[in-house]
């Protein structure tokens, strides 16, 4: 490819938006470019590096028994009915009616298509386990679309599905994508971390997450150095320091003036956070019981021991909740509680659905609020002063918490989760009838698994770890090109024989970047240490004095002369160093054992 020729263009600055250094060196190298919020479009050189992540991931599909397909994006609204996630999912799901008026759905994955597949095409457990997988296009409404390609709208993803006789069969299937997803990191040159994980929408019994840690990151995970537990911080659990035990007290009003906060609170009275007790008032959507196509909305009166805080998702799991969101002052008035100083006590459980941490029935003498304003209650207890709907683990855990395992203190740290998988067992066999006759004559469900890897999130991800002040810095693995040659000096000798290095390289299967624009060196320079392709190659006069063509590596700052009759022999050495580098990073790794 001529640069003279290519299809994009290098920027000196990145627009104001754009947040993360990768997502910057993406725009100014001319690798993508952005059409709207979330959606963006992949200009030559991001194609060709998503060609080799793309072959990259084919490879380790089809090593573990992966049969490729392709199918639709646009689905009939009547199989996401058959699921219930017609009802369940909000927004993030775009619903259009054809010229017909039968409702339709835009693909944000594609459970409920392959188990529709599944129950026209399989019939005996002859014919299973089965894996199949795509590359296609998904559209979720991401109402925060941010960093570029980390958070996006419309994107690119493999998505394969396991289909089993029995739950051995889906353990089987599970580990080998659990390795599988390391293999295509690690090909990638990319370091993740599996985390135990939400299943969220997906339903099922266990899920991992494959997250690449750096602090652009939305995802927080949990992780023990002592005994290898890691989780998202959504799911994570820890053991919850011990309360004092204490006989209960009787309760006691005292005035509170101007304090709304637990560390306001805490400071007044000179006691720890622990012996307080934190209200959180959130409005859950609830799907109804007698109709899963309608919702309701109830207020939830979340109480945790004042040094922790709340955990959405686990909250939401609880419940069972469609959505959460905070609840507004006026809506907090209307069961009877004063925002900043509310209390569950005298509350009643008609007025709003109050859900307790385990922690806290365990905690004696907490002071609480009044339901006044500038008073609080010292000692109340639970079971004696008031009960709850709901006792469960809703706690967040963070950084020092004891580790579930061990005990050993847990560290935190931003991620990006740029892979998944998911056991989703028979959630949807059930619900469209995916049976199949077993050897005794049986008829019994199809066992799935779902598995999931962004693409663009993880073209996103290798630029964010790869790169230096200059430019992107590519692993030879999935870099656009092998080889950037610049040539200098044009109208002479060294231009013929640039000419001609370019065509040998090709002649040799080494796929090059041709730099033949009438530039000065400095702008090619600058754009080959931005765009990032391993090696590069000068042909100029002086490089010709020098008995060569200048041999440079872009990830060192070290340059050399090569004989022209040498360089494809050094080149090839060369690149083939730089994939050895990646191949050692392929490695076995252990699958978790809770």
């Known amino acids: 490819m001529r640069m003279s020729r290519l299809f994009s263009q290098t920027l000196r600055e990145a627009p104001a938006e754009a947040e993360t250094p990768g997502y910057q060196l993406l725009l100014r190298a001319g690798y993508i470019r952005q059409l709207a919020a979330g959606i963006f479009s992949y200009l030559p050189l991001a194609r060709r590096t998503l060609d080799k992540i793309e072959a990259i991931v084919r490879a380790e599909m089809d090593a573990i028994g992966g049969q490729e397909v392709s199918m639709p994006v646009v689905h009939p609204a009547d199989l996401w009915r058959e699921t219930g996630r017609w009802f369940t999912i909000d927004a993030e799901m775009s619903r259009f009616n054809d010229r017909a008026g039968r409702d339709m759905v835009l693909a944000m994955t594609h459970e409920e298509v392959?188990?529709?597949?599944?129950?026209?095409?399989?019939?005996?457990?002859?014919?299973?386990?089965?894996?199949?997988?795509?590359?296609?296009?998904?559209?979720?409404?991401?109402?925060?679309?941010?960093?570029?390609?980390?958070?996006?709208?419309?994107?690119?993803?493999?998505?394969?599905y396991s289909l089993d006789t029995d739950l051995a069969g889906l353990d089987k299937q599970y580990r080998a994508h659990y390795q599988a997803y390391f293999n295509i990191y690690h090909r990638c040159g990319l370091t993740v971390h599996a985390v135990g994980a939400d299943v969220g929408m997906m339903g099922g019994s266990l899920a991992h997450e494959y997250m690449y840690l750096t602090p652009a990151g939305e995802d927080t995970v949990l992780f023990c150095d002592q005994c290898g537990y890691a989780a998202n911080r959504q799911i994570a659990r820890f053991i919850k320091p011990a309360a004092t035990p204490e006989a209960p007290l009787p309760v006691e009003e005292v005035a509170t003036p101007d304090t709304k906060t637990i560390e306001a609170l805490a400071a007044l009275l000179g006691a720890p956070k622990a012996k307080t007790a934190k209200a959180v008032f959130l409005v859950a959507t609830l799907q109804d019981?007698?109709?899963?196509a309608k919702t309701t909305e109830r207020l939830v009166f979340a109480v945790v021991r004042g040094d922790m805080d709340v955990n959405e998702t686990k909250l939401a799991n609880v419940l069972k909740a469609r959505a959460l969101r905070p609840a507004t002052d006026e809506e907090i008035q209307a069961v009877g509680a004063t925002p900043g100083y509310?209390?569950?006590?005298?509350?009643?459980?008609?007025?709003?659905?109050?859900?307790?941490?385990?922690?806290?029935?365990?905690?004696?003498?907490?002071?609480?609020?009044?339901?006044?304003?500038?008073?609080?209650?010292?000692?109340?207890?639970?079971?004696?002063?008031?009960?709850?709907?709901?006792?469960?683990d809703?706690?967040?855990?963070?950084?020092?918490?004891?580790?579930?395992?061990?005990?050993h203190p847990l560290r935190t740290s931003r991620a990006v989760e740029v892979g998944n998988i998911f056991k989703l067992g028979t959630r949807y066999s059930d619900a469209l009838g995916c049976l199949f006759n077993d050897a005794d004559g049986q008829l019994k469900p199809v066992i799935m698994g779902s598995y999931g890897i962004g693409i663009g999130r993880l073209l996103?991800?290798?630029?964010?770890?790869?790169h230096d002040a200059d430019g992107l810095i590519w692993p030879v693995s999935v870099a656009p090109f092998a080889v950037h040659l610049v040539g200098l000096d044009q109208g002479g000798e060294a231009g013929a024989l640039a000419e001609q290095v370019y065509r040998d390289l090709w002649a040799a299967g080494l796929e090059t970047l041709f730099d033949d624009r009438d530039e000065r060196p400095g702008v090619k320079f600058k754009d080959a240490d931005l765009i990032g392709i391993p090696l590069r190659l000068t042909v100029s006069s002086r490089a010709l004095q020098n008995g060569g063509v200048e041999f440079k590596p872009r990830r060192e700052n070290e340059r050399r002369i090569v004989p022209v009759e040498a360089l494809i022999g050094v080149v090839k050495a060369a690149l083939a160093a730089h994939q050895a580098e990646i191949d050692q990073r392929v490695v076995n790794v252990p699958f978790p054992e809770e």
């Open 342 to 392: 509310a209390s569950p006590l005298g509350l009643g459980h008609e007025r709003a659905m109050i859900v307790a941490d385990d922690a806290i029935p365990a905690s004696p003498n907490l002071v609480a609020g009044a339901n006044r304003a500038g008073y609080h209650l010292l000692n109340t207890n639970y079971g004696r002063d008031y009960t709850a709907h709901i006792v469960a």
């Open 460 to 466: 996103a991800c290798i630029a964010e770890a790869h």
């Open 114 to 160: 392959v188990a529709d597949l599944v129950r026209r095409e399989i019939r005996s457990y002859r014919q299973l386990p089965q894996l199949i997988y795509q590359i296609q296009t998904k559209w979720r409404d991401d109402p925060r679309p941010r960093a570029g390609l980390i958070r996006v709208r419309e994107f690119t993803m493999k998505d394969s």
């Open 394 to 407: 809703i706690a967040a855990a963070g950084d020092g918490d004891a580790c579930p395992r061990c005990q």
């Open 289 to 292: 019981a007698e109709d899963s």
